[in-house]
């Protein structure tokens, strides 16, 4: 009889609701832990991204080097991009790359790598924990990615313009559920950057947010600016 009557209980509540329960818990459980080096992103709401122009080209792969800020323009990380050889079979322009977050206190923070040249997503790793995180672009008629977990349980979406004709220049929302908690957007480089920085973009995001999730959105972010 009681087992009944909690059925009916919870047979009442809004269908989203025990979903969007375990999906935190999961989310609290998996990144609760701020390894070290994330720690600088405890308290900021907002990371700013310039790609520093280099005189000098790697030979074994076109390397690349972004430095990351907050809004204040205090220097957190520098994200050095290694490009993987790209299979001749694929069609699409993304290229397979190893990206490794390196805080300016000299910590790997986290690294960002692409397994395949053909599959738009990202895998967010940080040392000891493994992957964490996989930012997966969707094939949709809106640019789409999904943020998932290790288990695959969707913890944010980022959603972007109606085709990539017009990705450029339009920010991206985004979604924690069924609310807009951020935006991922790109702009031209200031006069004081113009003759330093090839192009820059950024990610906002709640401040009480988790440095953990912080820095998978960040991994969104990179993905986003490199696929559009």
Same mark, same amino acid.
């Given at each position: 009889?009681?087992?009944?009557?909690? $059925?009916?209980?919870?047979?009442?509540?809004?269908?989203?609701?025990?979903?969007?329960? *375990?999906?935190? *818990?999961?989310?609290?459980?998996?990144?609760?832990?701020?390894?070290?080096?994330?720690?600088?992103?405890? $308290?900021? @709401?907002?990371?700013?991204?310039?790609?520093?122009? *280099?005189? $000098?080209?790697?030979?074994?792969?076109?390397?690349?080097?972004?430095?990351?800020?907050?809004?204040?323009?205090?220097?957190?990380?520098?994200?050095?991009? =290694?490009?993987?050889?790209?299979?001749? %079979?694929?069609?699409?322009?993304?290229? /397979?790359?190893?990206?490794?977050?390196? /805080? %300016?206190?000299?910590?790997?923070?986290?690294?960002?790598?692409?397994?395949?040249?053909?599959?738009?997503? +990202?895998?967010?790793?940080?040392?000891?924990?493994?992957?964490?995180?996989?930012?997966?672009?969707?094939? /949709? !008629?809106?640019?789409?990615?999904?943020?998932?977990?290790?288990?695959?349980? %969707?913890?944010?979406? +980022?959603?972007?313009?109606?085709? $990539?004709?017009?990705?450029?220049?339009? @920010?991206?929302?985004?979604?924690?559920?069924?609310? +807009?908690?951020?935006?991922? /957007?790109? !702009?031209?480089?200031?006069?004081?950057?113009?003759?330093?920085?090839?192009?820059?973009?950024?990610? =906002?995001?709640?401040? =009480?947010?988790?440095?953990?999730?912080?820095?998978?959105?960040?991994?969104? %972010?990179?993905? +986003?600016?490199?696929?559009?």
């Amino acid at each position: 009889m009681t087992s009944t009557s909690e $059925s009916s209980v919870h047979g009442e509540l809004p269908s989203t609701q025990p979903e969007k329960c *375990r999906r935190e *818990r999961a989310m609290s459980e998996k990144w609760k832990e701020i390894p070290a080096g994330l720690d600088l992103l405890d $308290s900021v @709401d907002t990371l700013m991204v310039r790609q520093r122009l *280099r005189t $000098s080209l790697n030979v074994e792969g076109a390397g690349s080097e972004y430095i990351v800020e907050d809004r204040n323009g205090r220097r957190l990380y520098t994200a050095l991009k =290694t490009e993987k050889a790209q299979a001749y %079979c694929c069609p699409w322009k993304t290229q /397979s790359f190893e990206l490794k977050l390196v /805080s %300016c206190t000299g910590f790997h923070a986290v690294q960002y790598e692409t397994i395949s040249s053909c599959w738009n997503n +990202v895998d967010v790793s940080v040392p000891l924990q493994g992957c964490i995180a996989t930012v997966r672009k969707r094939c /949709s !008629w809106r640019l789409t990615y999904d943020i998932t977990g290790a288990t695959n349980d %969707c913890f944010f979406t +980022v959603r972007g313009a109606l085709c $990539s004709f017009f990705a450029k220049d339009t @920010d991206y929302e985004i979604y924690e559920a069924n609310r +807009v908690i951020g935006r991922i /957007s790109s !702009w031209a480089p200031t006069e004081s950057y113009a003759s330093a920085v090839a192009f820059q973009f950024g990610v =906002t995001f709640p401040k =009480t947010l988790g440095a953990t999730a912080k820095a998978v959105l960040l991994g969104a %972010c990179f993905l +986003v600016s490199f696929t559009s």
